[in-house]
C-alpha cells in the first residue's frame, strides 16, 4: 500500500465526552479512492472514529478533540478551519435512511443550494442520482416524496444527496443495517463503483461485508477503562486471512463480538 | 359449571372466567362513551340555543350598527372590527416572538441552569390568570409606555398572555423533528442558521400552526384583561389605526347579557354566533395552510 496516496491521516488522535475518554491515541490513514472498513466490537468507537473525519462528533454536547486529522496536509481541527467547509468537502451517509420529507429532487439539491452552487441543477440532480444507481427508479416522479421510496432506495437516495456536491470523501455509518440483503447488495455494488472516484470511509458490524468491499480495513477494540484504540490496520486481504495481533483474529473467526 | 372454564397447569388452576372479564371491559367502555358524550351534549345544546336565541338578531343592520340603548337599532360592528384588529396584531406580535423563541431554546440555548430556569418559568406563566395580564398590561403598556386605552396596548397585553402557550407547543413541535433530519443537514455542509430554516422550520410548522391557532383561539375569546385595557362599550365609531381605543366581541356580549331586558339575551346569543364565525373562519385558513403544507412533504 505504500504507492497509495492517501486522504486522510488521523495523527494521535484522542476524544473524550465530557470526562469519558472515547478514543485513544488513534493513528490511521485512509488512502484516496479506496474504500477503507472500520470493524469491531459494540461500542469501540469505530462510529465516533469516523464523524471525527467531518467533524460531525462536535455537534454532542460536551465533546472534545485532541490531535489532528490532515486533509492534504491541513488539519481539518486548526482553529481556522469552518466545521461547514469540512463537511462539505467530506460527505456522510446514517445508519437509518433520512431523506428529508422533501421530494427526491429537493432532497438531491439540498447540498447544492446551501452551498451556492450557480449553474444547471437539473444536470447535477440527474448526474447524482445516476451515479447511486437510482436514476431509473425514479425518474418519473422526481417531484413526489422522497418518503414514498423503499428503504433501499431511500439510503441510495442519501447517497446520491451527499455525491451531489461532490465531496472527496464519503463517510458511511453503517449504511446497510436497516437494510434487508438484496438492498444492502445494491449498497455494496454502489461502494465498488463509486470507490474509483471517491473515498469511501465505512463503519459495519458485517464482517462479511467489510471483507467484500474494502481495500484497507482497521479493527478497534474497547481498552479497560472503555476507551476504543486501533488494534490493527491493513490491507483487508491480510486482515482478514492473516491478522497480525491475535484479538484480530479471535474477533475476526467470531470468538468473540 | 356452565361457562366456567378451568385448566389444571400443574401447580394450580387457571380459572378463565372470560364472561365476567368481558364485562367489565363492557362497563369500562361504557364509562369512556358517557364520558365522551357529557362533552357532546353540552356543547351541542350550547350551540342549539346560541342559534335559537340569536339567529332572529343576525340581520346586515346588526353587523353595520353601533351598540345602541335600544335593543332594535343596536349593532355589532364596532366591537367585530375591534376584535378583528385585535387578534390580527395580536398575532403579528405573537407568531414571531413566541416561534423565535421556542426556536432559541431548542436550538441555540445553551444546557444549563438559566435555561432550565427560562423554560420551567414559561411553563408556569402559561397558567397565570388572565387578569393579572389585564393588570400588567394597563400598568405596563398604558400608563407607563403611555399607549393610552389602545388597540396597540391590548394588542400586546394579550400577546404576553398567549406567549407561553405558543412557546410551549412550538417548543414541542420542534422537538419532535427527527434528529436525523439535523444530521443530514449538518453533514452537507449546512450552517445552524440553513438547518433550521430549510429543515426544522418547514418540518415543525404543522405543528407551529397548531400550536398558535389554539393560543389565537384563546386571546379571542378573552373578556378580562381587555376590559382591564379597554372598559368601553359604547363605542360609535371603528378603529383605523392601532392607537384608537376600540371593544371586542366578548365584552360587548358580556355588557347585553348582564342588561335586564330580554331582547339583549338575544343581541347577546347573536353576538356568539359572530365571535364563532370569526374563530371558525381563523381556524380553517391554519388548518388550510397547515394540510398544504403537510401534503406537499408527502406527496
Known sequence: MEQDSIVLRAQGLNVWYGEFQALRDIDLEIPRNRVTAFIGP???????????FNRMNELLPNSSVQGRILM??????????DPTEIRARIGMVFQKPNPFPKSIFDNVAFGLKVNGFQGNVQEVVERS?????????????????????????????????????????????????????IATLAIEDLMRELAPEVTIVIVTHNMQQAARVSYQTAFLMMGEDRAGYLVEHGATPEIFTNPKDERTEAYITGRFS | MAGEVLKNIGAGTLHYRLSARKLVGTAAYMLFLLAVMVGIIGLVTLLVQVLVEGLPWLSPHFLTSYSSRHPE????????????????????FTIPV???????????????????????????????????????????????????????????TLSLLVLPIVILSSREAIKAVPYTYREAAYGLGATQWEVVRRVIIPAALPGILTGTILAMSRAIGEAAPVIAISALVYLTFVPVDPLDRFTVLPIQIFNWMSRPQEDFRGLAAAGIIILLVILLSMNSVAAFVRNRYQARSEE
Open chain 1, 42 to 52: 459494540s461500542g469501540c468507537g469505530k462510529s465516533t472514529l469516523l464523524r471525527c
Open chain 1, 72 to 81: 492534504e496536509g491541513q488539519d481539518i481541527y486548526a482553529s481556522n478551519v
Open chain 2, 98 to 156: 413566541g416561534v423565535g423563541a421556542a426556536i432559541y431554546l431548542e436550538e441555540y440555548a445553551p444546557v444549563n441552569r438559566l435555561t432550565r430556569l427560562i423554560e420551567v418559568n414559561i411553563a408556569n406563566l402559561a397558567g397565570v390568570p388572565s387578569i393579572v395580564y389585564g393588570l400588567l398590561g394597563l400598568a405596563l403598556f398604558v400608563q407607563a409606555l403611555s399607549m393610552g386605552r389602545s388597540l396597540l396596548a391590548g394588542a400586546l
Open chain 2, 73 to 92: 337599532e343596536a349593532g355589532i360592528k364596532a366591537a367585530m372590527v375591534g376584535t378583528i384588529w385585535l387578534m390580527g396584531l395580536t398575532a403579528a
Open chain 1, 129 to 181: 442520482l445516476r451515479r447511486a444507481a437510482l436514476w431509473d427508479e425514479v425518474k418519473d416522479r422526481l417531484n413526489s416524496s422522497a418518503l414514498r421510496l423503499s428503504g433501499g432506495q431511500q439510503q441510495r437516495l442519501c447517497i446520491a444527496r451527499a455525491l451531489a456536491v461532490e465531496p472527496e470523501v464519503i463517510l458511511m455509518d453503517e449504511p446497510a443495517s436497516a437494510l434487508d440483503p
